[in-house]
């Protein structure tokens, strides 16, 4: 049988990221062997480079003449299959890859994701990253090119405003069409640009990778909700997709994607000035402090008389409202808007009773097509997609079949067809996924369904006539946890507003109010919780549910289908592992973060965020159930490969039960002391640790680099019972009680805040390399830090004996340098954030210095500033950990640089927004361009 030679080069990065060949290798092969053995019998003759990464980071890439383009071999594949001929060269190259993509409020993530995975796997990592869990209902856009700027109509943020539920939209590049192409219709063009229509969104292709489609790692993608199928089910609980639809409903709201009447567009305004100034201020917020008003009302409002006034006036209601609570009510008041969701076609059909074809506009949602008044935008039919049997795209037509619920076709003229028909596809795809699985999340299991919870104060009493004899003893722990009332019409006539008075509570018995049983025993209500503990215990009971499923769906493996060794199947098996095993690395990165958010909140006392805490719960919750079913499919396939796959699912309810602890140990108002919720944590990370290294997610140098995590943590508490010693000491010799306790209370608060920093580290070790988990980390170690200021100026502010201050201080001095030891492990241990940073500072910059919007201008600022912030943070940090002086002061000066030039570019942005003009905007680009040079 004839053989093949064909030639492999090894590609790495180097230091700066810049990629070179290290060795070329000449290997022979029959056409016959598949991939996967190939890169084994290559990685067999590279023993001597040194510093390789694992195997399975690694795969073989066919070049193409154009850089950005290539296709990556499949391992179950044959050589054969593509079409390799005689010396042809393959690269030996890392699969992972840095995508960056950006959110609609102009954030940028950066994010480690598997290049030769196509789009459809890449999204779980991507939403599963950024907390996303409906990752089907997303995609990325490609953003446009320069060639599109002179079709960009004022005000946009990142392209030609679209459709979808009033998101932003990227037009593709424009083809150069030919004699055989038809012209543009310039009326139809003017017309598809004033209705902001779906028109030639350049979504990625799920189908492909990346880099088949000539994405580079340069190369920056916006990401938007494609499907509006279960955003009513959003609110406060998730706060990264409730942001996402704020940011989507308030452009198209701004743009005119949705007509809304004055009164609502006031209220829209009056939120959004809550979200961005907080509470209403006499003294401030009055007439004139809006300079531009398009950046909250719609263009057509904009000469209405004393609107600014109106705004405030509406504003002034809005006192005591949070951030997130305002971003809640602007969405929930847009899901009322009878265009919201709906995905805008201008099309031509054929005129009643004439051979003439006039516009019209179809728009398709997640449950129905829709024909549109092309002017007003007012419905006029709805077609339920129940009632479509079929459709058809061509070039120019697209058709919809109704079968016997209509009589006729409805077709029409578009370029668009295949759009239409995509969306169209795609919703009864997202509607079939959600039928098949067995959580059922609604009455009748809908899980677009949205349930109104309405939250029954237990002061009040509601009367019940008939009650059954058969209960005798009412249970305490359904008057002390809030009640959850869905919205059936019954509920409706019980609960009639939310306000509490006297004239609503109905005092009972047995004898006055209708047939309660004299024998009964009713409970005594003690405490009342607040409005932000009561939301707490309902997503505290929605996540114990969540874990109750996620522990479910652990007691049996997947189901494979039947496979055998042939290539197709090999090539199956290696994505489907591939795929979930990243999956599962991802979630329970995102829920180690949560775990140790929820520790280092809770032990704020009476100033817990209850808010951030439910968020924290929320993430833990939707992340587990989605954990279950990877570690289900990745148990089958180890089976498969002859591993133990009941040791995965072992590990993995495990950690459905350290979670539990961890929640129920969370809850307001709980008698556990404190040492509870900290071991709950710790045995988080524990059982998290076994999930990874059972998935081969763990090697040695990550289990080297966690013990010596843990031991710097266990350090900084060895140092910091040392400090607590000496600060007993000094309380001892206090005169008084009083300031016996104040030192007392400051000892405490440092042990207190050690404990938490180490429960934290055990938490997020096994994850440690995520960002994420180190940022939280990072913030534990600061309220130690906070902590031990605050007990060394406590000390010294009571007592005056200059040996034992002098001793107090040697301790403080200890806890300093372990807690750094500790600090400059996070980031040494971690990726380098200083590149993705100064790449963040660069493309806000340019972008501001190329645009002649104020509104822009001021945004790509506001997003400069941040990043500011962030690198010279990073540069401090840096500064700290060097040995040399002269190095170090050198970091410290290039920082105060930059902070002042920052402060230089905030000012000017500040100018720009109150007078937007031609000359702040030139001083404010030059402040820009001062802080690129600095």
């Known amino acids: 049988m004839s053989q093949l030679t064909l030639r492999f080069s090894v590609v790495e990065k180097n230091e700066r990221g810049q990629e070179v060949e290290l060795v070329r290798k000449a290997l022979l092969f029959k056409p016959q062997t598949t991939v996967l053995d190939a890169c084994t019998a290559l990685r ?40 390799l001929r005689e010396n042809d060269t393959l690269e030996y190259r890392k699969k992972m890859r840095l995508l960056k993509v950006r959110m609609l409020d102009g954030a940028i993530k950066s994010m480690m994701v598997d290049d030769s995975q196509i789009v459809s796997n890449m999204m779980v990592i991507i939403c599963t990253k950024i907390g996303i869990t409906n990752h089907d209902e997303y995609s990325l856009v490609r953003e446009k090119t320069e060639d599109e700027q002179e079709n960009q109509t004022p005000n946009k943020k990142y392209g030609t405003l679209g459709t979808i539920g009033g998101t932003l939209t990227l037009k593709r590049k424009q083809k150069h069409t030919d004699g055989d192409e038809p012209q543009i219709d310039p009326k139809m063009a003017t017309l598809r640009k004033n209705l902001h229509t779906e028109d030639g969104v350049n979504w990625v292709d799920h189908s492909k990778t990346l880099r088949e489609q000539g994405v580079d790692e340069a190369e920056i993608l916006l990401l938007r909700r494609k499907y509006f199928y279960s955003d009513a089910n959003v609110d406060a609980r998730d706060p990264v997709q409730l942001n996402l639809l704020y940011e989507q409903a308030k452009e198209a709201i701004l743009e005119g994607t949705h007509p809304v009447p004055l009164e609502t567009a006031i209220q829209f305004a009056a939120l959004q000035v809550q979200i961005q100034f907080g509470d209403h201020k006499e003294d401030k917020h009055k007439a004139g402090m809006l300079a531009d008003l398009k950046e909250f009302l719609p263009l057509g409002f904009m000469k209405v008389r004393n609107v600014e006034k109106k705004i405030f006036g509406e504003h002034k209601s809005l006192m005591g409202t949070s951030e997130i609570d305002s971003k809640y009510k602007y969405v929930k008041l847009a899901r009322g808007l009878p265009t919201f969701g709906v995905h805008f076609f201008l099309v031509k059909e054929k005129q009643k009773g004439r051979n003439k074809l006039v516009p019209r506009l179809l728009g398709v949602t997640k449950d129905s097509v829709l024909r549109l008044d092309e002017k007003t935008k007012e419905i006029l039919k709805t077609w339920p997609l129940t009632t479509v049997r079929r459709w058809a795209a061509s070039p120019n037509v697209f058709t919809l079949d109704f079968g016997d619920y209509q009589d006729q076709y409805y077709s029409v003229q578009t370029t668009e067809g295949e759009q239409i028909a995509a969306l169209i596809g795609g919703y009864i795809d997202i509607i079939l996924k959600r039928r098949t699985r067995k959580e059922r999340f609604g009455e009748d299991g809908n899980e677009e369904e949205a349930m109104e919870e309405l939250f029954i104060s237990p002061g009040r009493a509601i009367e019940i006539h008939g009650l059954p004899q058969t209960l005798k003893k009412a249970k305490p722990d359904s008057l002390t946890k809030p009640a959850l009332l869905r919205n059936s019409g019954a509920a409706q006539d019980v609960v009639q507003n939310n306000h509490q008075s006297a004239k609503n509570v109905v005092i009972t018995n047995g004898t006055q109010n209708g047939g309660f049983d004299s024998g009964a025993q009713y409970p005594e209500i003690r405490s009342v919780l607040s409005e932000p503990q009561q939301a707490l215990v309902s997503t505290i009971s929605a996540g114990q549910e969540a874990i109750e499923n996620a522990h479910s769906l652990l007691n049996e493996k997947a189901k494979l289908p039947p496979l055998g060794n042939d290539p197709a ?83 993995a309810r495990t950690l459905c039960g350290a979670f539990s602890d961890m929640l129920s140990s969370a809850a307001p108002a709980t008698n556990e002391p404190r040492q509870t919720l900290l071991s709950a944590a710790s045995r988080v990370g524990e059982a998290s640790y076994r999930v990874l290294y059972t998935i081969g997610e763990e090697d040695v140098v990550d289990r080297e680099r966690q013990d010596l995590l843990l031991g ?61 988990c180190q940022d939280q980390l ?3 170690a600061r309220d ?23 001793e107090l201080g040697g301790a403080a001095r200890d806890v300093t340098k372990a807690l750094n030891d500790l600090l400059n492990h996070i980031k040494d241990g971690g990726p380098d954030k200083i590149p993705d940073i100064m790449d963040q500072i660069m493309v806000a910059s340019g972008e501001l210095i190329a645009s002649h919007d104020s509104k822009e201008m001021f945004l790509q600022a506001r997003i400069l500033a941040q990043a500011t912030a962030e690198l010279i943070q990073a540069i401090k940090g840096e500064a700290e950990s060097q040995s040399d002086s002269d190095l170090q002061k050198r970091l410290l000066s290039a920082a105060k640089a930059l902070a002042d030039a920052t402060a230089d570019m905030v000012e000017a942005a500040k100018q720009c927004a109150s007078s937007p003009n031609e000359s702040s905007q030139d001083l404010l680009k030059r402040a820009a361009d001062h802080l690129r040079e600095s």
């Open 44 to 83: 067999e003759k590279l023993s001597e480079i040194k510093g390789l990464s694992p195997p399975a980071q690694y795969g073989l890439f066919l070049a193409d003449e154009d850089p950005k383009k290539g296709v990556w071999l499949e391992p179950g594949r044959t050589l054969e299959h593509y079409l």
């Open 569 to 651: 199947s090999v090539r199956w098996k290696e994505t489907q592992w591939n795929t979930n095993q990243q999956a599962v690395q991802s979630q329970v990165s995102a829920m180690n973060a949560a775990t140790a958010q929820m520790v280092t909140l809770t032990g704020q006392g009476d100033g817990t965020d209850h808010n951030a805490v439910g968020a924290a719960v929320n993430t833990i919750s939707t992340n587990l159930p989605d954990m279950a079913r990877e570690v289900k499919m990745l148990a089958a396939l180890m089976d498969d490969k002859a591993m133990e796959g009941d040791d995965l699912m072992g590990a």
């Open 712 to 772: 710097l943590a266990k350090t900084v508490a060895n140092s910091t019972a040392a400090l607590v010693l000496k600060a007993k000491n000094v309380a001892s010799e206090c005169e008084d009680e009083y300031t016996q306790n104040r030192v007392i209370g400051a000892a405490t608060q440092c042990a207190l805040a050690t404990s938490q920093l180490v429960a934290c580290a055990k938490v997020v070790a096994p994850t440690i390399s995520d960002p994420l």
């Open 778 to 780: 990072m913030e534990a």
């Open 784 to 806: 130690v830090a906070k902590s031990v200021e605050g007990c060394v100026v406590t000390c010294k502010d009571v007592y005056r004996e200059e040996s034992s201050l002098m």
